[in-house]
């Protein structure tokens, strides 16, 4: 590393994890004074695998997750979890609850986990996960999993950071017009059937692994496993581990189908963060030209898509 | 942005206490009140709560006991703190705590003691009173 190497950046390439959790915490608040650490930490990152978990509240996420980073603890990978739960819409506050399932990780040196609020962002992760997974990936974590809010049907930002996304549903997810329905579905690499004791769950598989046969048929080829799991007792945790390395198998296999979806991710954060600079832009007030051009628009001399094309332009300078 | 001003809390207990009634019921109201609660519920270890302080980067740690051995967890967890850096973050105190002991608990460095009778807006403005400017 050279010297133009921010502080913070520095301590947290040198596996510094106060110095980690304190940039993220900046990164969350919005804290533009990081750019530079943070643009430090992306360019020696690229290592790590991204795992997604999402499904609705309740499903078994975090226990599963749990599971998992076991599972990878004994195969000597340093693991690290961000772990998303839903703020507030009235107060804005939250209770970040998903530590308590991961509990036994706790004094493991080997993993790091970081709980994140929402913060009114509604795609089922925190505004800061690009940033956190920067951070994380930069510390030469093996597996960063990043466990989304409790979602509906079409919460899909996690596509823009995972390079493989694992759907938990459960038996009580609807019948099999629910899982031909569009969305959050179709965005699942592995389909996990949770507490597959429950009554139901075997039905809840076919319809899953019908669905699965009959969409068209995916650019990269891979039809999505659909697979039957106890995440409280571990059952099914193996065919979890197994669907996951194929996946990997599969897509080392097709760097062209790899490189399409790096591409996408890229187009995804990068809209993000310009879509939040907008928001900065258009919600700020006392700018006194922009006071004038939204008074220009309500006396009908300009229009809502003047304003808009000025704004994005002005961007891209 | 409003962001800046958001305050972290973890919550937890240590060792074998199952009281966990009035730590949930804490933090329902400070999630009401606008804070980020970082919940990692009852049976921690002193040691994987140090490292939950260093990881999460809270602005407060609170603790809740409804046993007689909160003197000692309180002590071996401000130690534990200290050994890992993050010594600096304060900790406050909650559920069964006898007036008795305040001296004592202040003393190893515990910032807050809310004991039985606690008012929650006192609770609520203290949390908020330990929020770091964002740089």
């Known amino acids: 590393m050279n010297k133009n190497v921010p502080a913070a950046a520095a301590a947290i390439l040198a596996g510094g994890r106060r110095a980690a959790a304190r940039l993220l915490s900046r990164a969350e608040a919005g804290d533009e004074a990081i ?15 991204i795992i997604g978990f999402t499904g609705p509240p309740g499903a078994g996420k975090s226990t599963l997750v749990d599971r998992l980073v076991t599972e990878l603890r004994t195969k000597g990978e340093r693991v690290a979890v961000i772990a998303v739960d839903p703020s507030s819409p009235f107060s804005g506050g939250a209770v970040l609850g998903d530590r308590v399932r991961m509990g036994r990780h706790a004094s493991d040196e080997g993993v790091l986990i970081r709980s994140m609020a929402a913060r009114g962002i509604l795609g089922g992760l925190a505004p800061a996960t690009g940033d956190a997974v920067t951070i994380l990936d930069a510390m030469r974590f093996d597996t960063i999993v990043i466990e989304t809010v409790g979602v509906g049907q079409s919460e899909l930002d996690i596509l823009a950071h995972a390079d493989i996304v694992i759907l938990l549903q459960t038996a009580l997810g609807g019948d099999g017009v629910q899982t031909v329905k569009a969305g959050i579905l179709e965005i699942a690499d592995v389909l996990v059937v949770n507490k597959a004791d429950t009554q139901g769950s075997d039905k809840m598989v076919r319809y899953l692994t019908e669905m699965a046969a009959h969409a068209a048929p995916r650019p990269d080829g891979w039809v999505p496993p659909v697979l039957a799991a106890q995440a409280v007792n571990g059952a099914g945790l193996d065919l979890l581990c197994d669907a996951i390395g194929a996946f990997f198998v599969h897509r080392a296999a097709r760097p062209e189908v790899d490189l399409a979806r790096r591409r996408r991710q890229v187009r995804a954060r990068v809209l993000a963060l310009t879509d939040a600079a907008l928001r900065r832009l258009l919600l700020q007030r006392g700018d006194a030209g922009l006071e004038r051009r939204i008074d220009d628009i309500i006396a009908r001399i300009s229009d809502p898509h003047d304003l808009a094309r000025l704004l994005s332009q002005r961007g891209l300078k | 942005m409003t962001e800046t001003s958001t305050v972290r809390c973890l919550l937890g207990m240590l060792g074998t206490d199952v009281h966990s009634k009035g730590i949930r019921t804490l933090a329902q109201i400070l999630r009401d009140a606008g804070i980020e609660v970082i919940y990692i519920g009852e049976h921690n270890s002193v040691e994987g709560m140090a490292n939950a302080v260093v990881d999460e980067d809270p602005d407060i740690v609170g603790l809740s006991f409804s046993s007689a051995a909160y003197i000692d967890y309180t002590h071996q967890l401000i130690a534990a703190m200290q050994r890992k850096g993050v010594g600096d973050v304060p900790v406050m105190l909650g559920g069964i705590i006898h007036p008795d002991d ?9 910032a807050g003691i809310f004991g039985p009778g606690s008012l929650m807006p006192d609770i609520i403005s203290f949390v908020r009173s330990k929020a770091r400017p964002a740089a």
């Open chain 1, 35 to 49: 750019i530079n650490d943070l643009r430090a930490l992306y360019r020696a990152g690229g290592h790590a695998r």
């Open chain 2, 102 to 110: 305040y001296e004592t608990l202040r003393g190893i460095g515990v």
